[in-house]
């Protein structure tokens, strides 16, 4: 039976976020005190040992990224944390920074020191406004105490763009811009905010980082998956009995998380479909369900992990119609800087209302997978290329409930 | 504090004309068109460039809207969990509909996606305070809260 381990989350209820005195009580800030005992080469090499990989969607080797931008030359250099989570069904970045916010401040120092940064900044998605001094008030005691020495960090506010997750659209929108992605390369940890070298990390990744340092790589690396290690943090949402969040290790399966952890559907109804990762997730039936949930697991079912959103749906739910509502969204988030995705979500849109509708026939479905294909590789970013996911494996995986709607 | 001055607080921080948008958001709930062009010129940017900026991003509105801003999540899991009743209550106790504001100019209503309180659908917010498991009867009495 699977069982859930909390390191991101391991200071959640047993804290007073505003106190930096409970913070230190838990062992706070020596993670940071030992990692600049060690000299950076170290440290990162430690990182990157411990196979960290990025918990923002992505799944890059974290320490690998850290060295990229500690190897660029420069007079400066930023440490970015992605506080923007808006993939629907998502809080666990709320979750940390409202519960544990110094974690996150000691993960983005430790980062500082490895690359030679001394400014950071908090991307925090606008609908967050009441976090803010969460986070100013953290900031602060962690500099009255002397902490962070001269590392500063600056709160910057998103103002409602779903694209403002992507890591270079986030930097554009830092430096005060529409916040369109750029063509890369140029990868932000050789040039990113104002053309600095630039780490840009998701909250989870942060504060991943003390216990790291504190642990060691080997312990680090030895939790859940192999490919994946550690603890993913996953938020349950739709038709289950646990609308409540878990972290688990990344070898735990998504049938454990739905049945066990999410203690099944209510009422006596039936699983339908999960959707894991957040909106641009596939949805996946009840024949992949022993899938671990670990990324490149995920990838091997042509799902992914995303953020660890899990929307669940049961029988009695129209999917098409889900799936409408989802191709909507995308159609009002596309950014507008790329052909493929500013006409490929509105199509896509088009189509599914009109599927959903009972105008649609076969002609449309396969329309559909032909634009989702082309769209998978060739929009500029993530938000394009995975767009079509949602509207692809409902097809492939429930094709009967579209033809229940043909005209 | 006029336009002028909430920009002024501004001038001077690289990337700052968001934080000043939201700044001004705060005293007038929408970007007046001279306040735009102000934040143009502290900010060395085309006046075309400042009002992109502010289309761009859907918290800010370039139209005059209600002090108020009420908005209701139609992102999935608030979807399936019946925002659109919440919808229709809103609707029925405001007496406008989606995208409008009221005549008197205390409330604007606005659909938005995901707020990230989703261990709680539906999810309204109000000047961006979530209120949560929300269900039409209770519509009236936080509407209330803001008359």
Same mark, same amino acid.
């Given at each position: 039976?699977?069982?859930?381990?909390?390191?991101?989350?391991?200071?959640?209820?047993?804290?007073?976020?505003?106190?930096?005195?409970?913070?230190?009580?838990?062992?706070?800030?020596?993670?940071?005190?030992?990692?600049?005992?060690?000299?950076?080469?170290?440290?990162?090499?430690?990182?990157?040992?411990?196979?960290?990989?990025?918990?923002?969607?992505?799944?890059?080797?974290?320490?690998?990224?850290?060295?990229?931008?500690?190897?660029?030359?420069?007079?400066?250099?930023?440490?970015?944390?992605?506080?923007?989570?808006?993939?629907?069904?998502?809080?666990?970045?709320?979750?940390?920074?409202?519960?544990?916010?110094?974690?996150?401040?000691?993960?983005?120092? =430790?980062?500082?020191?490895?690359?030679?940064?001394?400014?950071?900044?908090?991307?925090?998605?606008?609908?967050?406004?009441?976090?803010?001094?969460?986070?100013?008030?953290?900031?602060?005691?962690?500099?009255?105490?002397?902490?962070?020495?001269?590392?500063?960090?600056?709160?910057?506010?998103?103002?409602?763009?779903?694209?403002?997750?992507?890591?270079?659209?986030?930097?554009?929108?830092?430096?005060?811009?529409?916040?369109?992605?750029?063509?890369?390369?140029?990868?932000?940890?050789?040039?990113?905010?104002?053309?600095?070298?630039?780490?840009?990390?998701?909250?989870?990744?942060?504060?991943? =980082?003390?216990?790291?340092?504190?642990?060691?790589?080997?312990?680090?690396?030895?939790?859940?998956?192999?490919?994946?290690?550690?603890?993913?943090?996953?938020?349950?949402?739709?038709?289950?009995?646990?609308?409540?969040?878990?972290?688990?290790?990344?070898?735990?399966?998504?049938?454990?998380?739905?049945?066990?952890?999410?203690?099944?559907?209510?009422?006596?109804?039936?699983?339908?479909?999960?959707?894991?990762?957040?909106?641009?997730?596939?949805?996946?039936?009840?024949?992949?369900?022993?899938?671990?949930?670990?990324?490149?697991?995920?990838?091997?079912?042509?799902?992914?992990?995303?953020?660890?959103?899990?929307?669940?749906?049961?029988?009695?739910?129209?999917?098409?119609?889900?799936?409408?509502?989802?191709?909507?969204?995308?159609?009002?988030?596309?950014?507008?800087?790329?052909?493929?995705?500013?006409?490929?979500?509105?199509?896509?849109?088009?189509?599914?209302?009109?599927?959903?509708?009972?105008?649609?026939?076969?002609?449309?479905?396969?329309?559909?997978?032909?634009?989702?294909?082309?769209?998978?590789?060739?929009?500029?970013?993530?938000?394009?290329?995975?767009?079509?996911?949602?509207?692809?494996?409902?097809?492939?995986?429930?094709?009967?409930?579209?033809?229940?709607?043909?005209? | 504090?006029?336009?002028?001055?909430?920009?002024?607080?501004?001038?001077?921080?690289?990337?700052?004309?968001?934080?000043?948008?939201?700044?001004?958001?705060?005293?007038?709930?929408?970007?007046?068109?001279?306040?735009?062009?102000?934040?143009?010129?502290?900010?060395?940017?085309?006046?075309?460039?400042?009002?992109?900026?502010?289309?761009?991003?859907?918290?800010?509105?370039?139209?005059?809207?209600?002090?108020?801003?009420?908005?209701?999540?139609?992102?999935?899991?608030?979807?399936?969990?019946?925002?659109?009743?919440?919808?229709?209550?809103?609707?029925?106790?405001?007496?406008?509909?989606?995208?409008?504001?009221?005549?008197?100019?205390?409330?604007?209503?606005?659909?938005?996606?995901?707020?990230?309180?989703?261990?709680?659908?539906?999810?309204?917010?109000?000047?961006?305070?979530?209120?949560?498991?929300?269900?039409?009867?209770?519509?009236?009495?936080?509407?209330?809260?803001?008359?």
């Amino acid at each position: 039976m699977a069982e859930e381990m909390r390191i991101v989350l391991r200071n959640y209820g047993k804290i007073d976020p505003l106190k930096i005195d409970d913070y230190l009580a838990q062992g706070g800030y020596k993670s940071l005190e030992k990692a600049r005992a060690m000299n950076t080469a170290d440290l990162i090499a430690e990182v990157k040992k411990s196979n960290l990989r990025g918990r923002g969607g992505a799944g890059f080797n974290c320490g690998m990224k850290w060295s990229f931008a500690a190897g660029a030359q420069a007079d400066q250099k930023y440490v970015i944390c992605n506080a923007d989570e808006g993939e629907p069904g998502t809080y666990k970045d709320r979750l940390i920074m409202e519960n544990d916010p110094h974690t996150l401040i000691e993960g983005m120092a =430790i980062c500082a020191y490895a690359i030679g940064a001394t400014q950071g900044y908090i991307y925090l998605r606008g609908e967050y406004p009441f976090l803010v001094s969460t986070l100013n008030t953290a900031i602060n005691q962690a500099k009255e105490k002397g902490l962070v020495k001269d590392f500063d960090i600056e709160v910057r506010s998103g103002a409602g763009a779903y694209v403002c997750g992507e890591e270079t659209a986030l930097i554009e929108s830092i430096e005060g811009k529409r916040g369109e992605p750029r063509f890369k390369p140029p990868y932000p940890p050789s040039e990113g905010l104002w053309s600095k070298p630039t780490i840009v990390n998701n909250v989870e990744t942060f504060a991943n =980082i003390p216990v790291i340092i504190e642990k060691g790589a080997d312990w680090y690396a030895s939790i859940g998956n192999p490919a994946y290690p550690g603890t993913k943090v996953f938020t349950l949402t739709g038709d289950i009995n646990n609308r409540t969040f878990f972290e688990v290790p990344t070898n735990t399966t998504i049938r454990e998380i739905v049945f066990q952890f999410g203690g099944g559907i209510p009422g006596d109804k039936k699983f339908k479909a999960v959707q894991i990762g957040g909106t641009s997730g596939a949805f996946i039936p009840d024949a992949l369900l022993d899938t671990p949930v670990a990324f490149d697991s995920m990838s091997a079912i042509g799902a992914t992990l995303g953020s660890g959103a899990t929307f669940v749906i049961d029988e009695s739910r129209d999917i098409v119609d889900v799936a409408t509502r989802i191709a909507g969204f995308f159609e009002h988030e596309s950014c507008g800087k790329c052909a493929p995705c500013r006409e490929g979500t509105a199509r896509t849109a088009e189509l599914m209302e009109k599927i959903n509708e009972g105008r649609g026939s076969n002609k449309d479905v396969t329309l559909l997978e032909k634009l989702g294909t082309v769209m998978s590789y060739s929009c500029l970013c993530g938000l394009g290329q995975a767009a079509p996911a949602p509207v692809l494996t409902t097809i492939k995986h429930f094709k009967a409930d579209y033809e229940a709607k043909f005209v | 504090m006029d336009y002028k001055e909430i920009i002024a607080q501004y001038d001077g921080k690289a990337g700052g004309i968001i934080e000043a948008y939201h700044a001004l958001l705060r005293e007038f709930s929408y970007l007046p068109e001279e306040a735009i062009a102000e934040a143009a010129r502290v900010f060395k940017l085309s006046t075309a460039e400042a009002y992109g900026i502010a289309t761009f991003y859907s918290m800010f509105s370039v139209e005059a809207r209600g002090k108020n801003v009420v908005r209701i999540c139609e992102s999935a899991p608030c979807h399936v969990a019946g925002a659109a009743d919440v919808v229709a209550a809103l609707e029925r106790e405001l007496g406008i509909k989606m995208g409008e504001s009221t005549a008197d100019g205390k409330f604007a209503l606005e659909f938005t996606e995901c707020v990230g309180q989703c261990q709680a659908t539906p999810v309204i917010t109000v000047n961006g305070k979530p209120y949560l498991d929300v269900s039409p009867a209770q519509i009236p009495a936080i509407i209330a809260e803001y008359k």
